[in-house]
């Protein structure tokens, strides 16, 4: 196999986003989960995204592991590698988007990085370097409540020189619309002051397309769904790929028991959450009792169990921005998020043993507690349920065949469980 694009994305969520996109724009593409093991079974592709739990850890670690993940992908003949990060810049001052940035441009050889976390099909523009999330800066967005990393900056050439040991430019979208020699000539100028990086602008798609055929000349960039589209179209476009149309086999039906986990606490996920009580049953867990340590996940599969073979269930710990707060004053910010993260991976374990097939999880953090737990290395995808959103079929799951849908916290329509589960046949 030899990789016309290798990704390195830092969380589960993200990296099926990143796979839906790169499937969609033509291009054969497997996510794995972590760096695969020699004996894990990949079809013939022509990117890998390689999933990485990173986003929220120590950043030492962050960079070690999308280090390894870089080593697998050049090893495979990606020329360019692709470090996916969230639309909506998810990190904090100590990282994790500038140090991993850094240690691939170093590994790279790149004098400069283009970044941008632009994604136009999500609502995610950039303009003069801030992010806007719909029609409100990043700062000023549902963002500047989550519960790991809350965003309160939208400026983020500000942001990234936080967290990384390059200075920052920018790339503005008056540059950007005259075209890439503009934007080439713009990057050479921004490294010979030593600028290692430059945040992008981008607000339509078109925007996305010289951004990629930029990129595509270099060895790496950094950003979201949007510049997936770019590099796509531009290796497309440039016949070093070969357009295809979907990774094969990843489309049957599986059957069987179907169930939804929600552990994010994102204002859409909220208004989803309400709507699917219209037509499933939905537990809402006890977050207090699952950090003090007691059997709420016993509890929610003792209710979830003698109800599987009527139909699908939702299970939610997620809570509004208040409640969050308030619990994370009482415990602190990591231990509740990891007991919450690790209750809910023992409830999917325990509903996977129960004979769920068709897995639906919200939230990035969430999912990879549970597809970590249930043993899953890699993803083929399947159909588009919502933009950013795929049916994904488990590929060496311990349970055998599956399918799961990994919904980053923001995205979807307001049906979308129901929306989901239609479907995952
Ligand atoms: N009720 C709650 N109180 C505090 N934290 C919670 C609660 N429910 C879930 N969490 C935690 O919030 C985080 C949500 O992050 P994530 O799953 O990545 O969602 P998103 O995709 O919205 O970012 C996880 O660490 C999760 O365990
Ligand atoms: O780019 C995005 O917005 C998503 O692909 C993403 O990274 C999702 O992260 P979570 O919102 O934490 O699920």
Same mark, same amino acid.
């Given at each position: ?210 951004? =990629?055929?930029? *990129? @595509? !000349? #270099? ?7 949007? &510049?997936?589209? $770019? /590099?796509?179209? +531009? ?96 415990? =602190?910010?990591? *231990? @509740? !998020? #990891? ?7 023992? &409830?999917?374990? $325990? /509903?996977?043993? +129960? ?71």
């Amino acid at each position: 196999m030899t990789l016309a694009l290798g990704c390195i994305a830092d969380d589960y969520t993200g990296a099926s986003d990143l796979a839906n996109t790169l499937t969609r724009a033509g291009l054969r593409t497997v996510q794995t989960i972590g760096v695969p093991a020699d004996d894990l079974d990949l079809p013939e592709v022509d990117a890998v995204v390689v999933s990485l739990k990173s986003r929220s850890i120590e950043a030492g670690l962050a960079v070690a592991r999308s280090r390894a993940a870089e080593t697998w992908l050049r090893g495979r003949g990606a020329g360019h590698v692709l470090f996916k990060i969230c639309s909506t810049f998810d990190s904090t001052v100590s990282g994790n988007i500038g140090p991993v940035m850094d240690a691939l441009r170093a590994d790279g050889g790149e004098a400069i990085v283009l970044v941008t976390p632009a994604f136009p099909e999500t609502g995610r523009t950039v303009y003069q370097g801030n992010l806007f999330v719909g029609a409100v800066p990043l700062n000023e967005s549902p963002l500047k409540d989550h519960p790991l990393n809350p965003m309160h900056d939208s400026n983020l050439v500000r942001v990234l020189a936080r967290q990384s040991r390059t200075p920052i430019g920018l790339v503005d979208l008056a540059t950007l619309s005259r075209g890439a020699e503009a934007v080439r000539a713009r990057l050479a100028e921004l490294a010979g002051k030593g600028i290692g990086a430059a945040i992008i602008d981008a607000v339509f798609d078109r925007d996305l397309e010289t951004i =990629g055929l930029v *990129a @595509a !000349g #270099h060895r790496l960039s950094v950003g979201a769904s949007g &510049i997936g589209l $770019g /590099l796509a179209r +531009a290796l497309v476009s440039t016949g070093k790929v070969r357009s295809a149309t979907a990774t094969g086999g990843a489309h049957a039906a599986v059957g069987g028991p179907a169930a939804c986990l929600a552990g994010s606490c994102s204002q859409a996920t909220l208004q989803q959450i309400a709507n699917a009580e219209r037509v499933m049953p939905v537990l809402h867990l006890n977050s207090e009792q699952i950090v003090a340590g007691a059997s709420e996940a016993q509890r929610a599969l003792a209710w979830a169990r003698p109800q599987l073979a009527e139909g699908p269930v939702l299970i939610a710990s997620s809570a509004t921005p208040d409640q969050v707060s308030a619990l994370q004053a009482r415990h =602190g910010r990591d *231990a @509740a !998020g #990891h007991a919450i993260e690790q209750a809910m991976a023992d &409830i999917a374990e $325990g /509903l996977v043993q +129960a004979g769920v097939r068709r897995l639906i999880v919200a939230g990035g953090e969430t999912s990879g507690a549970v597809v970590d737990r249930l043993k899953i290395p890699g993803f083929l995808v399947g159909v588009e349920i919502a933009a950013g959103v795929p049916v994904l079929r488990a590929v060496g799951a311990a349970a055998g065949e599956m399918l799961l849908a990994l919904k980053s916290g923001n995205f979807g329509g307001p049906e979308f469980f129901s929306d989901a589960l239609g479907l995952m046949r």
